[in-house]
């Protein structure tokens, strides 16, 4: 089914990425935890502080820039690395940004909220708007559209990256290319390890790999919901994606594969494996993974290797995603303070 492919060259993109990120083999990890561990460094993808949503962005800024547009909307969590991203990327084709923060993280402090992704976003000369709630991904859409409406009026061009799942899912073309370029640089994994969040990579990865023939598992982590409703939401990404491309049931529920073992306490918060996680990486192999989507995903991948799930010797693929400017607005949680 590789024709599925011939189907993205009908969205334009924002060229940020140079060259495919590395892949690496983490030596003292594999030894460590009794697999064969390696790692998709789109840590490295280079813009703005790198991480999995510049090569979404490259769908959606293609977008923006085929419209014309001068401005761009998006919302997200108070340390988004979407929205920074998003910053990162308008600055890039020289429009402007407008990033809208929700409350979606309880009981944070100054630290949270005025360092790490939202220090930079404020580098990169973005507007800052907030929205109160932080479960209400409608709502939240309707205040980035209601503000677009406002800047029309003003004689602007704006362009909306959505969040609710009632849209295209541009952004998991991305992770479409990723798989792509995972497979080329070594295709004999066994098992891959990946956040689950929005769904855009998750789903993205999979359906690439499915698309090129690849059976591999690919194992999601929650980072935000449980496992029943991160199926569900899944699902809806998968249809949604196969509708875009006009290729529909190459994704099976069967191929869903979600663990939310490490999500506790919740999204954006930080427990002790997730903590534990972070420390390891980083004592073993001198990387930094964030504590809202890397460091719970490895956490998870180190559960699925402890509980059997992921078979001893197994060659695994974890996707890390960046995020590491979040680790400074979450010192305490991490250092555990």
Request: aromatic content about 6%; charged content about 20%; proline content about 4%.
């Amino acid at each position: 089914m590789t024709n599925i492919f011939d189907q993205l060259a009908q969205f334009p993109i924002a060229p940020f990425l140079t060259g495919p990120t590395a892949l690496e083999r983490l030596d003292r990890l594999s030894d460590h935890l009794g697999v064969d561990l390696w790692i998709k460094r789109d840590d490295l993808t280079g813009l703005g502080g790198g991480g999995n949503k510049i090569r979404q962005l490259q769908y959606y800024l293609g977008a923006a820039q085929a419209e014309g547009a001068d401005t761009v909307l998006i919302t997200g969590a108070v340390q988004s690395n979407y929205v920074r991203s998003a910053a990162a990327a308008a600055a890039k084709c020289g429009m402007k940004a407008v990033l809208q923060l929700e409350d979606r993280v309880p009981g944070k402090g100054a630290i949270y909220r005025t360092s790490g992704n939202v220090l930079l976003g404020q580098l990169l000369g973005a507007e800052h708007i907030h929205y109160p709630e932080g479960e209400d991904e409608a709502g939240a859409d309707q205040a980035l559209r209601d503000h677009a409406d406002a800047l029309r009026a003003q004689g602007r061009v704006p362009y909306v990256i959505p969040l609710g799942l009632k849209n295209k899912p541009l952004g998991a073309l991305g992770y479409m290319d990723a798989a792509r370029e995972a497979l080329v640089q070594k295709g004999d994994f066994e098992v891959v390890v990946i956040p689950s969040g929005s769904g855009a990579t998750h789903m993205g990865f999979l359906a690439g790999l499915r698309a090129l023939g690849s059976q591999v598992p690919v194992h999601g982590i929650c980072v935000r919901r449980d496992a029943e409703a991160q199926t569900a939401r899944l699902q809806e990404v998968a249809d949604r994606l196969a509708a875009l491309l006009g290729a529909e049931g190459w994704i099976t529920r069967a191929d869903i594969q979600v663990y939310d073992g490490a999500l506790a306490p919740g999204y954006g918060r930080v427990g002790p494996k997730t903590r534990d996680a972070i420390r390891l990486m980083a004592e073993q192999e001198g990387l930094f993974l964030d504590p809202v989507y890397s460091g719970k995903c490895f956490a998870g991948l180190v559960d699925l290797v402890q509980n059997g799930s992921i078979a001893s010797g197994a060659r695994v693929l974890f996707v890390h995603t960046g995020g590491f400017p979040a680790l400074f607005a979450y010192q305490d949680d991490v250092l555990n303070l």
